[in-house]
């Protein structure tokens, strides 16, 4: 059983940054692409950024291109999304998952999820 433990959220003001951190338990961790999601109340959830297994690709939404920064350190077992120039429209709860479809972008192609943190940017 893989487990995926966020951590980082928080509230922060527009035009600040936040880092989250998503520690994955076992031993295959670097076998996997990585992604992240978000969910505001009342919308579905939406992609973020994903990371192929080793780290050479990476894939972003046009809402945060630009902005984001998802990374991995293997050795740790650990995947990053780094956010900068946040706005409020970028509040959610953001999740980690590990990928065991075929597409980056969507939920159904991701098997194993965190149980989120939160993110609040305040205008």
């Known amino acids: 059983q893989v487990q995926l433990v966020e951590s980082g959220g928080g509230l922060v003001q527009a035009g600040g940054s936040l880092r989250l951190s998503c520690a994955a338990s076992?031993?295959?961790?670097?076998?996997?692409?990585m992604g992240w999601f978000r969910q505001a109340p009342g919308k579905e959830r939406e992609f973020v950024a994903a990371?192929?297994?080793?780290?050479?690709?990476?894939y972003y939404s046009d809402s945060v291109k630009g902005r984001f920064t998802i990374s991995r350190d293997n050795a740790k077992n650990t995947v990053y999304l780094q956010m900068s120039s946040l706005k409020p429209e970028d509040t959610a709860v953001y999740y980690c998952?590990?990928?065991?479809?075929?597409?980056?972008?969507?939920?159904?192609?991701?098997?194993?999820w965190g149980q989120g943190t939160q993110v609040t940017v305040s205008s």
């Open positions: 076992g031993r295959t961790f670097n076998q996997y692409a």
């Open positions: 990371i192929s297994s080793g780290g050479l690709n990476t």
């Open positions: 998952a590990r990928r065991s479809g075929s597409s980056y972008y969507t939920p159904k192609d991701y098997h194993y």
